[in-house]
Protein backbone atom coordinates (compact mmCIF):
# COMPACT_ATOMS: atom_id res chain seq x y z
CA UNK A 1 0.00 0.00 0.00
CA UNK A 2 2.93 2.57 0.60
CA UNK A 3 4.78 1.83 -2.20
CA UNK A 4 1.96 2.42 -4.61
CA UNK A 5 0.93 5.91 -2.90
CA UNK A 6 4.39 6.64 -3.11
CA UNK A 7 4.01 5.75 -6.86
CA UNK A 8 0.92 7.28 -7.42
CA UNK A 9 2.01 10.55 -5.80
CA UNK A 10 5.42 10.15 -8.57
CA UNK A 11 2.94 10.85 -11.13
CA UNK A 12 2.45 14.21 -10.09
CA UNK A 13 5.74 15.49 -9.27
CA UNK A 14 7.74 15.28 -12.56
CA UNK A 15 11.40 14.93 -9.77
CA UNK A 16 9.78 11.66 -8.68
CA UNK A 17 8.65 10.36 -11.65
CA UNK A 18 12.00 10.63 -13.04
CA UNK A 19 13.77 9.21 -9.38
CA UNK A 20 11.45 5.97 -9.95
CA UNK A 21 11.98 5.39 -13.30
CA UNK A 22 16.00 5.94 -12.62
CA UNK A 23 15.51 3.47 -9.55
CA UNK A 24 13.82 0.84 -11.60
CA UNK A 25 16.33 0.79 -14.43
CA UNK A 26 19.14 0.63 -11.96
CA UNK A 27 17.27 -2.16 -9.62
CA UNK A 28 16.65 -4.21 -12.63
CA UNK A 29 20.01 -4.14 -14.65
CA UNK A 30 21.27 -5.10 -10.89
CA UNK A 31 18.91 -8.01 -10.11
CA UNK A 32 19.87 -9.09 -13.92
CA UNK A 33 23.76 -9.33 -13.65
CA UNK A 34 23.33 -11.05 -9.98
CA UNK A 35 20.26 -13.16 -11.44
CA UNK A 36 19.75 -12.97 -14.59
CA UNK A 37 17.41 -15.97 -14.83
CA UNK A 38 14.66 -14.05 -12.82
CA UNK A 39 14.43 -10.88 -15.45
CA UNK A 40 14.83 -13.03 -18.33
CA UNK A 41 12.08 -15.55 -17.93
CA UNK A 42 10.14 -12.79 -18.29
CA UNK A 43 10.58 -10.71 -21.82
CA UNK A 44 6.83 -10.82 -22.61
CA UNK A 45 3.67 -9.70 -20.73
CA UNK A 46 3.48 -7.19 -18.04
CA UNK A 47 6.76 -8.29 -16.18
CA UNK A 48 8.11 -8.02 -19.75
CA UNK A 49 8.43 -4.74 -18.59
CA UNK A 50 11.63 -5.14 -16.19
CA UNK A 51 13.74 -6.81 -18.80
CA UNK A 52 12.93 -3.76 -21.02
CA UNK A 53 14.42 -1.36 -17.69
CA UNK A 54 16.95 -3.71 -17.22
CA UNK A 55 18.10 -3.41 -21.34
CA UNK A 56 18.13 0.34 -21.02
CA UNK A 57 20.18 0.03 -17.75
CA UNK A 58 23.05 -2.38 -19.85
CA UNK A 59 23.20 -0.49 -23.16
CA UNK A 60 22.61 3.08 -21.76
CA UNK A 61 25.13 2.83 -19.09
CA UNK A 62 27.02 5.76 -19.15
CA UNK A 63 23.80 7.94 -19.64
CA UNK A 64 21.62 6.18 -17.07
CA UNK A 65 24.84 6.94 -14.23
CA UNK A 66 25.01 10.43 -15.76
CA UNK A 67 21.21 10.47 -14.32
CA UNK A 68 21.84 8.75 -11.30
CA UNK A 69 24.55 11.66 -10.40
CA UNK A 70 22.60 14.08 -11.75
CA UNK A 71 19.52 12.84 -9.87
CA UNK A 72 22.01 12.79 -6.78
CA UNK A 73 22.95 16.25 -6.75
CA UNK A 74 19.83 17.75 -7.62
CA UNK A 75 17.95 16.08 -4.51
CA UNK A 76 21.08 17.15 -1.87
CA UNK A 77 21.06 20.62 -3.31
CA UNK A 78 17.54 21.89 -4.75
CA UNK A 79 15.21 19.76 -3.08
Known amino acids: M ?17 TVLLLLICTCTYLRSIMPSII ?12 KFARIG ?10 CVAMAISILFWS
Do not use: H, M
Not at 58 to 67: I, L, Q, T, W
Open 58 to 67: ERKSPYVGAC
Open 2 to 18: VSFLFFQSALFNFQSLL
Open 40 to 51: DRNKTGFLGIFW
